[in-house]
């Protein structure tokens, strides 16, 4: 299975432009799964909820339509984050489409710092998405400092979790390694380069995009400054097998009647 990213330096609030660059980076690839960053069609520092409802957009607008038209240009099922509007409420949300249309979404159920203030908490469940007899969760940003997250996922049956993000914090790309040794799942985590000023933030994007093995290798890695697009070959079956030895599998091990401190109410 051929996997990859793109890694982008989006412009705030310019769609047209963030579409021209990516659409750039792509030209003649072809691909199984292809990530994008985190909010990869408006950029990431707003400045008030009602400038984040500007740039919100259905399942049906203009970014998933976007996401469409690579699909079918490098044949592979793509997910990218955007702004999901839904009734009143807006979302950090990463979409999932094929050649022929949207398959679904995931809006984040952790939100980081003044997201809080622009975006509602996401109300979905977390999801493993069967393209192909091929199993993707999704998660995204921030989702991944708990382990919850990607534990379920690879409980669902994910063979691989799509990590669209917009990392700031220097720790992700080495938490990586342990979430899909864990697991024994591979992770696709696609950030963005560049700074934000904005407001009173300004914020500076951490690249290194990164896709890391379900036994934890690292087998591609962006560099921290550059739009960067990679594209490799993973046997998914590697994903399937929890077994570490003969006597321990990680999943058939796991002692869950100790667990319940985990989910009880704070």
């Not at 995009?209 to 960067?228: H, M, R, V």
């Amino acid at each position: 299975m051929k996997i990859g990213y793109i890694q982008t330096s989006p412009l705030f609030g310019d769609k047209k432009y963030n579409f021209e660059e990516i659409e750039k980076l792509i030209s003649g690839i072809k691909a199984d799964l292809l990530v994008l960053p985190e909010l990869f069609a408006t950029g990431y520092t707003f400045v008030s909820k009602k400038e984040a409802v500007s740039l919100a957009e259905s399942q049906e607008g203009e970014t998933a339509q976007f996401l469409i038209n690579i699909a079918q240009s490098t044949g592979a099922i793509v997910i990218g984050g955007f702004i999901e509007k839904e009734g009143e409420k807006v979302y950090n949300a990463g979409i999932m489409v094929s050649n022929k249309g949207v398959i679904g979404s995931y809006r984040k159920i952790h939100l980081y710092y003044k997201e809080k203030l622009w975006f509602s908490p996401g109300n979905k469940p977390l999801k493993v998405f069967n393209v192909d007899g091929v199993k993707v969760g999704i998660m995204i940003c921030f989702d991944w400092i708990f382990p919850e997250t990607t534990r379920i996922l690879a409980l669902l049956g994910a063979d691989i979790i799509a990590h669209p993000a917009n990392l700031v914090l220097p720790y992700c790309q080495k938490a990586m390694i342990t979430r899909c040794i864990e697991n024994r799942v591979f992770a696709i985590t696609s950030n963005r380069i560049g700074e934000e000023k904005r407001g009173d933030d300004r914020f500076k994007f951490t690249g290194k995009s990164q896709i890391t093995s379900y036994d934890g290798e690292i087998l591609s890695s962006a560099p921290e400054d550059k739009n960067y697009v990679v594209i490799i070959d993973i046997d998914i079956q590697k994903a399937r097998d929890k077994k570490l030895n003969e006597f321990n599998d990680l999943f058939e091990n796991r002692r869950v009647e100790f667990y319940n401190p985990i989910v009880k109410l704070k």
